[in-house]
């Protein structure tokens, strides 16, 4: 049987089947480049949370490293860095949350792991400028039992652990 195809119609159809081809192709190409998109931004917030993450860890360091100093030598240039980290740390942990509450992350990385995070922190800058009050007020003795507490040690340990578990979650 021979098919009865008019000219017309063959050329239509030579015409129709390539324009479709190309026309799949190219939503195809469209659709990977949305997602290539989307997961590229999603990685660089993911980087960006490690980052914010790292120097989270490094603010709360630095304000333990200058009340130590002044512990130590009752030097209040000391108490420089942690005195820059109590102004910087509540704008840190607020920058970090929002990062963190965004859509395509928030089953990631688990909200109350940042609450505990910032309870941790806000036991930790208590605990630091509490023994600080205390040299200030009642000299190096009396800081001596807040320090053999290990409590300090033990809240650092903590957020140490937290943020290394956040930022093991973004990687």
């Known amino acids: 049987m021979i098919l009865n195809f008019s000219i017309d119609k063959m050329t239509l159809l030579a ?4 324009m479709v081809a190309l026309l ?17 931004a999603i ?28 512990i130590i030598t009752n030097r209040p240039d000391y108490l420089e860095p942690y005195g820059l980290a109590v102004r910087d740390i509540d704008k840190q942990l607020a920058n970090l949350n929002v990062l963190v ?14 609450n505990v995070l910032k309870g941790l922190i806000e036991a930790k800058m208590v605990e630091l400028n509490q023994t600080i009050t205390l040299r200030q007020s009642h000299g190096l003795n009396a800081t001596l039992p807040m320090i053999l507490s290990n409590r300090g040690k033990i809240l650092m340990d903590k957020i140490r652990t937290i943020t290394a578990n956040i930022q093991s979650q973004v990687r």
Not at 44 to 61: A, C, F, K, M, P
Not at 101 to 114: A, D, G, T, V, Y
Request: charged fraction near 20%; charge should be negative.
């Open 43 to 70: 990685a660089d917030r993911l980087d960006l949370i490690n980052q914010r993450v790292e120097h989270l860890g490094s603010t709360i360091t630095d304000a333990e490293t200058g009340q130590r100093g002044f």
């Open 101 to 114: 509450k965004s859509k395509p992350l928030n089953q990631q990385i688990s909200l109350n792991e940042m």
């Open 24 to 40: 799949l192709v190219g939503y195809i190409s469209y659709e990977n480049t949305i997602q290539f998109i989307q997961r590229d």
């Open 15 to 18: 015409i129709a089947i390539p």
